[in-house]
């Protein structure tokens, strides 16, 4: 970024505010542009340091501004007010002709769904299922999310795409509900927006997040099974499955290793050479940070070859104990994944 800002004329912004683009371009930056350059900001208001981008167009080192977005609206007492070089609009880039059209052909389309009894995309509540697939659906979109959330943290190469895939009985029910539950857990963390089942659809379209759908009948290990494949940049694909037992999430697949785990709201994986000793050495490191284990999950592709231990723990775990334990001779990654 801060290449770029040192080589543009014009900087149009386009990312939501979150805690990491919250003063995004703060002083330090716009200090670091070209003499002159322009910025343009119809994203979200809190992006930019308004009193710092007043002072940069009071001096001249920004040229000039376009904003449709303010940190506090209506922005009466904002310093960028009686900034010269500035063109303010009241937060209306939505409202244009072709905006317009696109909201008339979804409500257009929306009857004609619901008239087919299919769910409406942009339904104001969530999609409607019949209460008796409700019951064998239910606690699929519960799993949707945890598969979601889980490789949220365990994938760290930017995704291109996702692929959900229903195995089983599964496929024969309505599926909408799962997809949307898997749709909002995916954009949640990276939103500056509250996203529901409701809207994660819409928030998906707009910001290209690319998800699939396939169903397949045939039963295999499981009676039911719900898969979320990760494909990253690299072309590497990342699997998670899992399965309902009872009403209750059990993570089944986790990449290429088979396990069989109830979820914590904590939990420890490692990708390690299967070898006498290890484990006990991990259990060992957490005893002493008083870190209590309360159930351990080993998957492996073959003996003392690649495996993949999962501790499901009682307390959060310090970033600095999983750097001590992938410190040990014979684990290759560790993480620690933390889930709402």
């Not at 052909?105 to 087919?116: K, R």
């Not at 019951?135 to 699929?140: C, L, N, R």
């Not at 307390?315 to 889930?339: F, H, K, N, S, T």
Request: glycine share 8%; charged share 20%.
């Amino acid at each position: 970024l801060d290449e770029l800002l040192r080589q543009a004329d014009i900087v149009s912004l386009h990312v939501p505010l979150i805690d990491t683009t919250r003063n995004l371009l703060n002083a330090d930056r716009l200090a670091q542009m070209k003499r002159g350059a322009w910025i343009i900001n119809c994203a979200r208001g809190g992006i930019v340091d308004e009193a710092a981008l007043a002072e940069a167009l009071q001096s001249g080192q920004i040229g000039g501004a376009g904003l449709d977005v303010w940190a506090k609206e209506p922005p009466n007492e904002s310093p960028l007010m009686k900034a010269p070089n500035l063109i303010g609009l009241p937060h209306l880039g939505a409202s244009t002709e072709e905006a317009q059209t696109l909201t008339a052909l979804d409500v257009a389309e929306g009857v004609v769904d619901a008239l087919e009894n299919r769910t409406p995309r942009f339904a104001v509540n969530a999609p409607f299922v019949a209460p008796e697939e409700w019951k064998i659906v239910a606690p699929y979109v519960a799993l949707g999310t945890l598969l979601a959330k889980l490789s949220s943290q365990l994938v760290h190469e930017p995704a291109r795409s996702y692929e959900v895939v229903y195995t089983g009985e599964l496929a024969e029910h309505t599926t909408e509900p799962i997809r949307l539950s898997i749709l909002a857990a995916l954009l949640g963390g990276a939103s500056d927006v509250r996203v529901t089942p409701v809207n994660a659809g819409l928030l998906a379209r707009e910001r290209g997040l690319a998800l699939s759908e396939r169903k397949d009948a045939q039963t295999g290990r499981y009676a039911s099974l719900l898969q979320l494949n990760v494909t990253t940049a690299d072309g590497v694909v990342h699997t998670f499955g899992g399965t309902a037992v009872n009403d209750e999430s059990h993570i089944v697949q986790v990449e290429d290793y088979h396990l069989d785990l109830v979820p914590s709201k904590s939990m420890i994986f490692t990708v390690h050479r299967d070898q006498p000793g290890l484990i006990g050495r991990v259990g060992t490191l957490l005893g002493k940070q008083d870190i209590n284990i309360s159930s351990m999950h080993v998957g492996r592709l073959n003996p003392r070859g690649q495996a993949m231990m999962v501790l499901t723990v009682d307390e959060p775990v310090p970033q600095a104990a999983v750097d001590e334990i992938e410190a040990q001779a014979g684990i290759q990654q560790a993480y620690r994944v933390e889930l709402d």
